[in-house]
């Protein structure tokens, strides 16, 4: 045990990668001209995670998550990937965003292009797959999202929710490490909403480690390890969602859920 414990103090980055965040955001800040959007945010997210972020519209929740894999420049703090620098200069965004998925709440497929070209072009060109390997993955993330047989549908023929299920195999594609849904269910039909956060349930289960933004309080409870409640541009509150759901302590996090359960 001295020898283990002597090699870690004379290398830090010897630490096993399960003892320490996967992706961690320290002292955030962002402002989009005088509006202030972040205020000093601090988020760390362990592998296998999944942390649901709550709050109020305009509470830099979905701001917080485009700054994770650079689609947002911040203004001051530091992030990192896997014990990473990614403002360090050693990734770039391309990179970056390999390893940090994203599902937005519109689904961005390209209108022209099939399903299997939409899960099989970024693969191809970014990771310069084989198109028969690519085509291999596609289908298995197909048959895992429940669009075995929409292979060769064009988005258009499409439900709202069978588009973003695609969305979200699509950015399985690349393989990554951390997964971000930024509010992947607001833009369907009430109908639809059950089918999308079900392939997300899958997801979380399969030890996917996942940031997701989302108005869903059931999902937060049911699939969610943490529950972080944003407002203002600070997290108010953190906890086991349980916690968090069924006693806040932080006055601005009753106010929040008071209103939810409103509607």
Known sequence: MKLVEDAIMSNPRALDAHDRPILELRNIHLAYGSNVVLKGVNLAVKRGEVVVIVGPSGGGKSSLLRCANLLQRIDSGQIFLEGENLLGGSLNEN???????????????????????????????????????????????????????????????????????????????MQPHVMLFDEATSALDPELVGEVLAVMKDLAKSGMTMLVVTHEMGFARDVGDRVVLMAGGNIVEQGHPAEVLDNPQHERTKQFLSRMKKH
Do not use: C, W
Request: proline share 6%; net charge positive; hydrophobic share 35%.
């Open 95 to 173: 990179q970056v965003r390999q390893r940090v998925g994203m599902v937005f709440q519109h689904y961005y497929l390209f209108p022209h292009l099939t399903v299997m070209r939409n899960l099989t072009l970024a693969p191809r060109r970014v990771l310069k797959e084989p198109p028969a390997k690519s085509e291999e993955r596609a289908r298995e993330y197909l048959r895992k999202v429940g669009l075995a047989d929409k292979e060769s549908h064009y988005p258009d023929q499409l439900s709202g929710g069978q588009q973003q299920r695609v969305a979200i195999a699509r950015a399985l594609m």
